[in-house]
């Protein structure tokens, strides 16, 4: 529990700006429904990342803030914040020690790169902040 390393990606002005925390907590449920047209593959996932009361994690590119969806886009550099918007943002199981990346920069995008070529990538679907013991909750796809 808590033993995994795990990079937020948000993306920003056409760049994926990489956010990697480690002590993260990730849980892959993977189940199927029988459909009319056949088997529908379903999974969720769920994720702890552990933060302190003001919203700030360590980082392996240096402590990050979180912020709202639309103040992270407003932002003129956010190289020092984070933010989790649902069905925009991912998350990758693993460690990113590059740059921020530019998405035009592959044919279809960098996600759906990462997606294709990569196991352990979830899209953020939801995300809720607790205050007693501080901690975001986020579910994936």
């Not at 009361?53 to 886009?73: H, L, W």
Request: aromatic fraction near 14%; hydrophobic fraction near 35%; charged fraction near 25%.
């Amino acid at each position: 529990m808590y033993d995994r390393t795990l990079t937020i990606f948000n993306i920003h002005h056409g760049f994926w700006y990489p956010t990697t925390v480690n002590k993260c907590d990730l849980k892959v449920k993977l189940s199927s429904n029988l459909t009319v047209d056949g088997i529908n593959d379903v999974g969720s996932v769920n994720i702890v990342i552990h933060c302190n009361r003001n919203r700030i994690v360590k980082s392996y590119q240096g402590n990050k803030a979180y912020v709202e969806p639309k103040v992270y886009a407003s932002l003129e550099d956010p190289s020092d914040y984070f933010t989790l918007t649902p069905e925009v943002d991912f998350i990758y199981e693993g460690e990113w020690d590059k740059a921020p990346v530019e998405d035009d920069a592959y044919d279809s995008g960098f996600y759906h790169m990462m997606n294709e070529e990569k196991d352990g990538v979830h899209m953020i679907q939801t995300n809720q902040y607790f205050t007693l013991i501080p901690h975001f909750e986020i579910g994936a796809k």
